[in-house]
């Protein structure tokens, strides 16, 4: 097959995620391309995309798209389609809100100029993330339900991400599958900490939906009690206001921000992990940190309840920063348990989340779906089939 991914941020998790799809699409004898935004990334971007770039046929473009709804948004989908017609594509694939409205379009767009494209989306949280009965969220649940009759067929990572998009967008009648994230054999390597690691370790974006300042805030909690040390790995837009937030709580000499790296650099920076996110769908890092044999103190969200299911790892409420600066104590105060309370959920994670599972499950899912005919008004269709 000829395979496009469309995606707007390369950063995070989604990346993790379509980078090692493609990669293995790519060994499996397909010819496969990536389409992402040129207006977000951070340090390791160029890297991680150099690396890819000799195993993809249909290369690397990058085009400006924009995070928010704006009028940048016809020119994105116009030149979407552009790059798409250019490659003769059995399927292109969408990731993200953006990511999914762009290839979603630009599959109706070639079916106006003649050429059938099956067109897929997997979420990774998107539209869905913003907070319900807002201008933003009404306007993309909108879109959602609106771009579903372009769909050839939506995946998604958790049983969570699929209960929540039926519940806001409804009405669906695109085929559905759910299909977890999944890791790769080096990623099972145990991690060892280095002789200045933390206590603490956060690796992610930072912004207000990782809950960042809930962990800060937990931390000065405890260090009323007890010394504690943290690293707070990854770059945002919030990244300034974190720093001054940890000023402002007397953590300079206790919390370093590093900046983006590898998570598989990052884990020898802590002893235990912490994802306090607000909000999530299928977060890679819960994955990796459990691989890796890192104690883990999660937040009660998203699909982090399935990754943990059957096992005896406690999760904690999102924003509750009471609750976290105790998790934090207990699990210091008791690593032998914490380490073995890791043990068990990587065992759990290694027969259960793989990379060639998953690749196994969404290429069978390309192959079986069919092509659905959707019907836009007139002017959207002259708009794709015929500028350009």
Do not use: W
Not at 145 to 173: C, P, W
Not at 176 to 201: C, E, M, W, Y
Not at 212 to 233: F, P
Not at 360 to 377: G, H, S, T, W
């Amino acid at each position: 097959m000829r395979i496009l991914h469309c995606f707007r941020a390369p950063v995070g998790g989604l990346f993790r995620h379509v980078l090692d799809l493609a990669e293995a699409q790519a060994s499996r004898g397909h010819d496969v391309g990536i389409l992402a935004g040129s207006t977000a990334e951070d340090r390791l971007t160029a890297g991680k995309f150099a690396a890819l770039a000799p195993k993809l046929t249909l290369g690397i473009a990058r085009i400006p798209m924009k995070r928010m709804p704006g009028m940048g948004d016809f020119a994105a989908v116009h030149a979407t389609f552009r790059h798409a017609r250019q490659l003769d594509l059995d399927v292109i694939h969408g990731h993200g809100a953006k990511g999914g409205a762009y290839a979603r379009l630009a599959s109706y767009g070639l079916s106006v100029s003649g050429r059938d494209v099956k067109s897929f989306y997997t979420p990774h949280g998107g539209s869905l993330n913003f907070k319900p009965g807002t201008l933003e969220s009404k306007f993309l649940l909108s879109v959602e339900r609106n771009l579903d009759s372009m769909t050839t067929g939506i995946i998604f990572e958790s049983e969570y991400a699929a209960q929540k998009y039926a519940l806001h967008v409804g009405g669906m009648v695109a085929p559905q599958r759910i299909i977890p994230n999944g890791l790769g054999t080096s990623d099972f390597t145990p991690a060892v900490a280095d002789a200045h690691a933390k206590d603490v370790l956060f690796v992610g974006e930072l912004r207000q939906l990782k809950g960042v300042d809930v962990l800060l805030k937990a931390i000065a909690d405890v260090r009323r009690s007890r010394a504690i040390t943290a690293a707070i790995v990854g770059s945002g837009p919030e990244g300034e206001d974190l720093r001054s937030l940890a000023t402002s709580l007397g953590l300079d000499d206790v919390v370093h921000f590093t900046g983006a790296m590898p998570a598989r650099e990052a884990f020898k920076l802590g002893r235990v992990m912490v994802v306090p996110s607000r909000a999530e769908s299928f977060p890679y890092i819960v994955l990796e940190a459990s691989a890796a044999g890192l104690p883990l103190i999660a937040t009660n969200v998203g699909g982090i309840p399935e990754i943990v299911a059957g096992m005896d790892t406690q999760l904690i409420e999102a924003g509750d920063v009471d609750q976290l600066a105790r998790a934090l104590i207990d699990t210091l105060d008791n690593m032998e348990a914490a380490r073995e309370r890791a043990s068990r959920l990587k065992a759990k994670v290694q027969t259960t989340y793989t990379v060639s599972a998953m690749t196994d499950a969404v290429l069978d899912f390309y192959e079986k779906a069919e092509i659905r005919r959707a019907q836009l008004p007139l002017r959207a269709s002259k708009l794709l089939g015929q500028r350009g």
